[in-house]
């Protein structure tokens, strides 16, 4: 598989206009990926070759299963960082051993926390 010629196309769709937008980010089936790969499988040695190849122009392959999304890496700069403090709350809570009783238990299933609440209200 040329995946150069894959990172080109992937390329070029994200600049294409369709979707109501001008240009921008996208999802595309297996089935289309192979057909403009030329290909009848992939395995994750093709996948990881074409993500590698494509990170290189500045974009992000993700396998969804039955289709990929793929989306500029520029965007991903924006998201919201997870800070120390989470992490450590999370952290802590994962390594807890003993099992808990009464109320507590209950809203924390699996050793995760209710949306929107933290250790303090634990």
Same mark, same amino acid.
């Given at each position: ?8 196309? @992937? ?11 001008? !240009? ?10 192979? !057909? ?34 793929? @989306? ?11 800070? !120390? ?34 250790? !303090?209200?634990?």
């Amino acid at each position: 598989m040329d995946t150069r010629n894959v990172g080109k196309a @992937i390329e070029g769709i994200f600049n294409e206009k369709f979707g109501g937008k001008e !240009k921008g980010r996208y999802r595309i089936s297996r089935a289309d990926l192979l !057909k403009i790969a030329n290909e009848k499988t992939f395995n994750d040695d093709n996948i990881k070759k074409i993500q590698t190849n494509i990170q290189k122009k500045g974009f992000v392959l993700v396998d969804l299963g039955s289709e990929f999304a793929i @989306i500029d890496d520029k965007s991903m700069y924006n998201y919201r960082k997870v800070t !120390k403090k989470i992490v450590a709350e999370y952290a802590e809570k994962m390594g807890e051993k003993e099992p808990e009783t009464g109320k507590k238990q209950a809203n924390k299933k699996k050793g995760k926390f209710k949306r929107g609440e933290s250790k !303090k209200q634990a």
